[in-house]
């Protein structure tokens, strides 16, 4: 059975904190990705990787970064947490890269609630 | 930019009712996706559509993908209270190498049992 994992369900963090988000995928796929969900503005896609080390700017990157230093792991990084980041987020992995024109399954983590305060 | 519009935004129906639901949009994609999320989890896949006019049924869901490529709905047939979810159409803009996903906002559909 496939599995995304997403190291909090809820976290509440204070203005200025840097965060660290940490997903997990067990079924060896290269693609990943990091959205947030907001009411009113469905999945927006802040970062996405292809693979190790590599990394691509999504819709909406400002204000995070990313790392992917192995395969099965992709950590989103809020530097310096702001209110206007209070979200759900969550993590993906996928068989296909989006490019290439190939929309494959994305197997989505069960999310994890930030709080900024 | 590629926009999903989906329609109607919530939906409150009686068990055993039938509906219809709509993804739209002025780009052509070359694929689209349905999904369903349940409150507290990530979304899980539906279906995917490739071909204009393709229509695809899992059970008492029917997806149709639009001639054109621009567009889909879902119908369900006598809806069941375990079909509540939030419905999220997902359309790939795929130009070569450069490839774009793009999420609607969702539909909230609750069915009352």
């Known amino acids: 059975d496939v599995k995304v994992t997403q190291s909090s369900r809820y976290l509440v963090k204070r203005t200025g904190e840097k965060v660290f988000l940490e997903c997990v995928q067990d079924m060896d796929h290269e693609n990943m990705f990091w959205y947030r969900q907001d009411p009113g503005l469905g999945l927006r896609l802040i970062y996405f990787?292809?693979?190790?080390?590599?990394?691509e700017k999504g819709d909406i990157p400002e204000g995070y970064s990313v790392s992917r230093e192995k395969k099965e792991r992709f950590s989103l990084i809020l530097e310096s947490a702001s209110t206007n980041q209070t979200s759900m987020y969550l993590c993906a992995s996928s068989l296909y890269p989006l490019a290439g024109g190939t929309l494959g399954t994305q197997y989505f983590g069960p999310g994890t609630r930030l709080t900024v305060l | 930019t590629q926009l999903l519009e989906q329609s109607p935004q919530f939906l409150s129906i009686q068990e055993g009712e039938n509906l219809t639901v709509y993804c739209n949009s002025s780009s052509v994609f070359s694929s689209l996706q349905w999904y369903r999320q349940e409150p507290g989890e990530g979304p899980v896949l539906l279906v995917t559509?490739?071909?204009?006019?393709e229509v695809k049924k899992l059970k008492r869901l029917t997806f149709q993908f639009g001639d054109a490529r621009k567009d889909s709905s879902l119908h369900i047939t006598a809806a069941q209270p375990g079909d509540t979810g939030l419905y999220l159409c997902a359309g790939l803009h795929s130009t070569g190498a450069n490839s774009k996903l793009t999420f609607g906002k969702g539909i909230t559909l609750s069915v009352r049992p």
């Open positions: 990787s292809y693979d190790v080390k590599m990394k």
């Open positions: 559509v490739v071909t204009g006019g």
